[in-house]
């Protein structure tokens, strides 16, 4: 059964920089053509896709937030880790990761981490 | 910047009624749309890939069709456990936008 969990800080600072990590049990991302991807969730709002790493190690970033995201990957580890800079109250909100089967065979994303939340306060 | 703009934003509906979700993307693209269904406190699920294509294990009752740049959700017999918000969102190529949501509630 394959799984993801996301890990990282719950309170930031505002003008902080946040690291979170993405662990993925179950597979290995250096044998499976598998993209992760960053999304987040203010709270009450709507479902906001942030960056996404492909297998090729292809990244891609919403445009609004290109210049504070860094997305990068470390298959030994079977991690993805998503670095946001300059960090906001309005950043505030629930981090997710997602996994997506590339190619064909794709079935969107259906394998989601339970999420983690992260507060911008000082 | 590309754009899917979901509508309507929220609905009532009795228990039993169809209800219909549209998406419309700011320019056409292929078939990689999915719909998702998120419950609060939980992650989104994938109902629906491949514009169409019904995810193991979710009721008949979804249905997905469209193509190009409009796409729509149907549920065929609003049941009390389909509650949720529902999301539409483009999954390929470098840009993964999500629609705005729809809530859908019983009347």
């Known amino acids: 059964q394959v799984t993801l969990k996301e890990s990282g800080p719950v309170l930031v600072k505002p003008t902080e920089t946040l690291t979170l990590t993405c662990t993925v049990s179950?597979?290995?991302?250096?044998?499976?053509?598998?993209?992760v991807t960053w999304i987040r969730q203010p709270p009450g709002k709507a479902l906001e896709w942030l960056a996404h790493i492909f297998s090729s190690e292809r990244k891609s970033y919403d445009t609004s937030l290109k210049t504070r995201l860094s997305i990068s990957r470390d298959t030994s580890r079977s991690q993805v880790v998503l670095i946001m800079t300059n960090m906001d109250p309005v950043d505030t909100g629930t981090y997710y990761c997602?996994?997506?089967?590339?190619?064909?065979?794709?079935?969107?994303?259906?394998?989601w981490g339970p999420g983690t939340v992260v507060t911008v306060s000082s | 910047d590309f754009l899917m703009t979901q509508s309507p934003s929220s609905l009532s509906a009795s228990a039993g009624d169809r209800v219909t979700i549209t998406c419309r993307a700011s320019r056409g693209f292929n078939n990689a749309l999915a719909w998702y269904q998120q419950k609060p406190g939980s992650p989104p699920r994938v109902l629906i890939y491949?514009?169409?294509t019904l995810q193991s294990g979710v009721p008949s009752r979804f249905s997905g069709s469209g193509s190009g740049t409009e796409f729509t959700l149907t549920i065929s017999g609003l049941q009390p456990e389909d509650v949720a918000t529902y999301y539409c969102q483009k999954y390929d190529d470098d840009v993964l936008t999500f629609g705005g949501g729809t809530k859908v509630e019983i009347k």
């Open positions: 997602a996994l997506i089967q590339e190619g064909s065979s794709s079935k969107a994303f259906d394998i």
């Open positions: 179950g597979l290995s991302l250096s044998n499976v053509k598998m993209g």
């Open positions: 491949a514009a169409s």
